[in-house]
């Protein structure tokens, strides 16, 4: 029985997959943001050169027992990850519509990452945020559904134009949105949302943006990001696209948090 936040860990698959890099002619830092990105993670980042001169180059693979999940360009990922930073994100500056997330970076769904926010690293965290923004756009493009997500302060919505921005599209656009964290704002006054307050762990340490579309839906639609703070500024967290496990994360929080 799931008794705590911390318990859908023991629940993910956490599948051994990796990332290669095929054929790479680009420059090396380019290769080294891919690597400040998941550095200290369960995935690995290697280079394979193929033989075949018509080969493509600087694709970026997912490979799990040696099958190919997905691919990405490089390219691909420098636009949506590597070139961006999070105030982009803060500010407004990149459209809900616009938010891309690679076919290998989704592909690492219900892997555990442990990663630190800054000043520790200028990425790790940004994987988290990324993968927020999706589901948040996933549930403006749906249109209806119960969207849940935790800010630690609510007044984080005050000070992030573009987070205020994302919520009042989704709020004003038919899904029904729940915001959880410390009462140290009313973000009701503003938008139609409903607002969950307490001072207790989930509260204060959890970071969850959960969506349950409709009955009926797309079961692709199904999405939840769940990360807790253990330690000062380093998080614990997966992100999941299995519709009876976000399903059942939905309903612990709407019943216990």
């Known amino acids: 029985m799931t008794d705590s936040l911390r318990s859908f860990f023991d629940e993910i698959e956490a599948p051994d997959r990796n990332l290669v890099v095929l054929n790479r002619d680009s420059p090396d830092p380019v290769r080294n943001l891919l690597d400040s990105l998941l550095a200290g993670q369960p995935v690995s980042v290697s280079d394979v050169d193929t033989e075949s001169a018509a080969a493509d180059r600087n694709i970026v693979a997912l490979v799990e027992d040696g099958e190919v999940l997905a691919r990405s360009t490089l390219d691909e990922l420098l636009e949506s990850v590597l070139l961006i ?79 205020y921005e994302v919520y009042e599209t989704l709020s004003k656009g038919g899904v029904d949105v729940h915001l959880y964290g410390v009462g140290d704002a009313t973000p009701a006054e503003s938008l139609p949302v409903t607002v969950h307050t307490g001072t207790s762990y989930p509260y204060r340490r959890s970071w969850f943006v959960v969506f349950q579309p409709p009955e009926g839906s797309n079961p692709a639609d199904h999405a939840a990001l769940l990360a807790l703070e253990d330690e000062p500024n380093v998080w614990d967290g997966f992100w999941t696209f299995r519709p009876e496990l976000v399903d059942r994360i939905e309903r612990y929080i709407a019943d216990y948090v």
């Open 85 to 163: 930073n999070s105030d982009l994100y803060k500010t407004g500056a990149i459209d809900l519509g616009d938010v891309v997330l690679p076919d290998v970076l989704r592909g690492l769904d219900e892997v555990p990452f442990r990663l630190r926010g800054y000043p520790a690293s200028n990425k790790e965290k940004l994987l988290l945020i990324i993968i927020s923004r999706v589901i948040e756009r996933i549930a403006a493009e749906t249109g209806e559904g119960i969207l849940r997500s935790s800010f630690q302060r609510l007044s984080r919505l005050n000070d992030e134009k573009g987070t």
